[in-house]
């Protein structure tokens, strides 16, 4: 199985602050990388797949980069509805994986 | 509105079995894979089973392999996942989804992703 590992597991910051959010793959993935946003008691929100495009009705402040093992998520300015855990998840082999998450907390 | 509702968790004795569903609504359903994704208290997401349009292909995760059975309905838009021999590390909330690559239904070699998640059914596995 393809192991999935982000960084960091968790992190403080302040509305306004750019974050990235890293992920690395334990193999090429090529694109095949997924992000996730979720909120608590809710279920995950697809925000970006093949590594770079955002999905419909996501805000543009959210970007993603990267393609082999080595991928970053970015909020180029964070607002009050940013703070959430968010996931990587790989699809190019199964079993589809993700990694173990990334708690973004408010400052 | 494509739309995903599961039913059938709650609180089940160890060694006990359970019976999750999910309506699908708002896409053809039978032309899509489905797969169930499960979130245990506090922790990250977990690929749990898959399942093909048709019905005749599915895969487990090794932890549920022997004990859990995916199946699908499409007369009735719905998914299912026959869990048995429940443990306690079973406990979670179980998301059904539908695996998606954009505006075409086959998904081999295309970018493929998670769209939509149900909004998850809690099952307990607790004496």
């Known amino acids: 199985d393809i192991r999935m590992t982000q960084s960091p597991s968790s992190l403080s910051a302040s509305v306004g602050d750019r974050v990235t959010i890293t992920c690395r793959a334990s193999?090429?993935?090529?694109?095949?990388l997924n992000w996730y946003q979720q909120k608590p008691g809710k279920a995950p929100k697809l925000l970006i797949y093949g590594a770079s495009s955002l999905q419909s009705g996501v805000p543009s402040r959210f970007s993603g980069r990267g393609s082999g093992t080595d991928f970053t998520l970015t909020i180029s300015s964070l607002q009050p509805e940013d703070f959430a855990t968010y996931y990587c998840?790989?699809?190019?082999?199964?079993?589809?994986?993700f990694g173990q998450g990334t708690r973004l907390e408010i400052k | 509105e494509v739309q995903l509702v599961e039913s059938g968790g709650g609180l089940v004795q160890p060694g006990g079995s359970l019976r999750l569903s999910c309506a699908a609504s708002?896409?053809?359903?039978?032309?899509?894979?489905m797969h169930w994704v499960r979130q245990a208290p506090g922790k990250g997401l977990v690929w749990v089973s898959r399942i093909n349009n048709d019905g005749d292909i599915t895969t487990y995760a090794d932890s549920v392999k022997g004990r859990f059975t995916i199946s699908r309905d499409n007369a009735k838009n719905t998914l299912y996942l026959q869990m048995s021999s429940l443990r306690a590390e079973d406990t979670a909330v179980y998301y059904c989804?539908?695996?998606?690559?954009?505006?075409?239904?086959?998904?081999?070699?295309?970018?493929?992703?998670?769209?939509?998640w149900g909004q998850g059914t809690l099952v307990t596995v607790s004496s």
């Open positions: 989804v539908r695996l998606s690559c954009g505006n075409s239904t086959d998904c081999y070699m295309r970018y493929k992703w998670f769209d939509p």
């Open positions: 998840q790989q699809s190019y082999n199964a079993p589809i994986t």
């Open positions: 708002g896409f053809p359903f039978r032309n899509y894979w």
């Open positions: 193999q090429s993935i090529s694109g095949y």
